[in-house]
């Protein structure tokens, strides 16, 4: 499974796209629910759909940003996201999905990880980092600087090798509350991940953790 190019490329080979053995891809997810991996979630040439009832993040930054490499089909494709990131962040109730089509002998497969479903254990990751193209929410931020030139963002920062215009428009704040969180995304990644009450499932036809 080959990630979307974003230059400095990080780990972005989790089992989304069923290359891997099964064991290989619960082997990843223990890894995750144990805290043990940095983690990385893309799809070449795809997004990817996430929900949380609830986000708390602390040292908020966001600035634009844009995604290229090529579909699964081969051909080349560039898109613009907003890089939201956390120094940390705690997640309650958190589900991603992504629709595969065409697997060989199979059809259409779709992946469906949930985590955090424990209002006491949520999902807990540091300098997580989050490629979004579309989202909804409520939204709560604490302190919040609007306008702050994208080189100049405080920790943690622009992500190293992010394709950025360091004099472009960001914005920071202390904290943020993010609630009934709906998102399409291209990339999440994170220094630590630890996905509490992990559950991995793979379905014949489409499921999504909502549709639109």
């Known amino acids: 499974m080959e990630s979307v190019a974003r230059g400095g490329t990080r780990w972005k080979r ?3 796209v069923m290359v891997p053995s099964v064991a290989a891809t619960a082997a990843i997810g223990i890894g995750l629910a144990q805290g043990a991996l940095a983690a990385s979630f893309s799809i070449s040439g795809q997004e990817f759909k996430v929900t949380a009832d609830r986000l708390e993040g ?3 930054i966001q600035y634009g940003s844009y ?4 579909t699964l089909n081969g051909k080349d494709f560039a898109a613009p996201v907003a890089v939201s990131g956390f ?5 309650w109730a958190m589900c991603q999905s992504v629709v595969t089509p065409k697997v060989p002998l199979i059809g259409t497969v779709s992946l469906v990880l949930s985590a955090g479903t424990d209002d006491s254990r949520p999902v807990q990751a540091t300098g997580l980092y989050l490629d979004v193209s579309d989202l909804e ?3 709560y931020f604490k302190k919040i600087d609007i306008g702050v030139a994208a080189g100049r963002l405080r920790e943690p920062g622009a992500q ?9 428009f960001g914005q920071q704040a202390e904290e943020v509350v993010l609630t009934k969180v709906k998102q399409k995304a291209w990339a999440t990644t994170a ?6 009450d992990l559950k991995l499932k793979l379905h014949r036809g489409t499921k999504e953790c909502f549709t639109g």
């Not at 995604?67 to 090529?70: L, Q, R, S, W």
């Not at 120094?87 to 997640?91: D, T």
């Not at 190293?160 to 472009?168: A, I, M, Q, V």
């Open 191 to 196: 220094g630590t991940f630890k996905l509490t």
């Open 14 to 16: 989790f089992a989304l």
């Open 160 to 168: 190293p090798g992010t394709k950025f215009n360091e004099f472009g």
């Open 67 to 70: 995604v290229e490499g090529k």
């Open 137 to 139: 929410a409520d939204a």
């Open 87 to 91: 120094r940390e962040a705690e997640i």
């Open 58 to 60: 602390k040292d908020f």
